[in-house]
């Protein structure tokens, strides 16, 4: 299993510290990781602002700290627009498109990307068949650069791990797998080490990271009491110090055959605030406890 490090953490998002490209894959080899995930949108790599020569100092930066970009991480959701004129989904597949070669181009085998959230505009089966459609069309295009695409249980289509198992037969492509994470069937009650356990033969890469859980409660006052409100805050800890069950999960995928990539990531506010040190220290932490439980 390979120890992968997610660049949005140091993208300047939720009152991080930003870092560009090249202080991040420096930072990240430093730590100890064995390659890095980029962000595929600014202010990192965006399709719309990278140049060649951009990808030639992103790639002598991988040369000199002898660390591999193995993930690019997209951003998409296929529900599209209420406007029909507007040709969203054309655009995203594009977007896809462009990601897949800049993949090549720095060495990296995969593209993480989403489905869709729900909508109000479309029926659950309307908007299920759209989505299927766009990857489909997604996968053909990075298929033409080798590269696979990894669906992550995030969004509302096929979070699930049941209906994302289904929507990866409806997708029916053998660059399609999956980016199966712990914390969205944590959240919703799922089993951790029974849904690791089946969707590990379809998971390429797998993306972490650890939450406490805060109850919500507003204040009633003709009750004098209070109202609990649902669902429940939930703040990002350094890992293996939240509820979910890592252990679990990671037994899960290997006794199912996983042995792909394992990413941290960063991706909400975290305990402890932004600083650099901070941001180090939960990315250190992580390369611990999973060399500490699982090797």
């Given amino acids: 299993m390979k120890f992968c490090l997610f660049s949005v953490s140091y993208a300047g998002f939720w009152g991080q510290q930003q870092l560009s490209l090249t202080e991040f894959i420096a930072q990240a080899a430093q730590t100890g990781y064995d390659s890095v995930m980029l962000m595929g949108k600014r202010p990192h790599l965006s399709p719309l602002d990278v140049t060649p020569e951009q990808l030639e100092s992103i790639k002598d930066a991988l040369a000199e700290h002898q660390i591999q970009c193995a993930i690019i991480g997209g951003y998409t959701d296929f529900a599209g627009s209420s406007a029909t004129e507007v040709p969203l989904l054309e655009l995203q597949i594009q977007y896809v498109q462009q990601l897949s070669q800049i993949a090549r181009e720095l060495g990296a085998g995969t593209v993480r990307i989403f489905t869709a959230y729900d909508t109000p505009r479309m029926s659950p089966h309307a908007l299920w068949g759209q989505v299927v459609s766009a990857l489909q069309e997604c996968c053909d295009r990075a298929a033409e650069y080798d590269v696979t695409l990894a669906v992550q249980n995030h969004h509302d289509v096929g ?137």
């Fill in 159 to 295: 979070v699930h791990s049941d209906a994302l198992l289904e929507l990866l037969h409806d997708i029916d492509r053998p660059n399609c797998k999956l980016g199966f994470d712990a914390w969205s069937p944590a959240l919703r009650g799922e089993n951790l080490y029974d849904a690791a356990r089946k969707m590990a033969p379809h998971t390429a890469i797998t993306t972490n990271a650890d939450y406490i859980r805060l109850p919500r409660y507003s204040y009633q006052p003709e009750l004098i009491n209070y109202q609990k409100e649902e669902p429940d805050l939930v703040r990002a800890v350094k890992f293996g110090t939240g509820f979910i069950d890592y252990s679990a999960f990671f037994h899960g995928l290997k006794e199912g055959g996983f042995n792909g990539i394992a990413t941290y990531e960063m991706c909400s506010p975290i305990r402890g605030g932004g600083s650099l040190e901070n941001l180090n220290a939960y990315a250190a932490e992580y390369l611990t406890w999973m060399k500490t439980h699982l090797l």
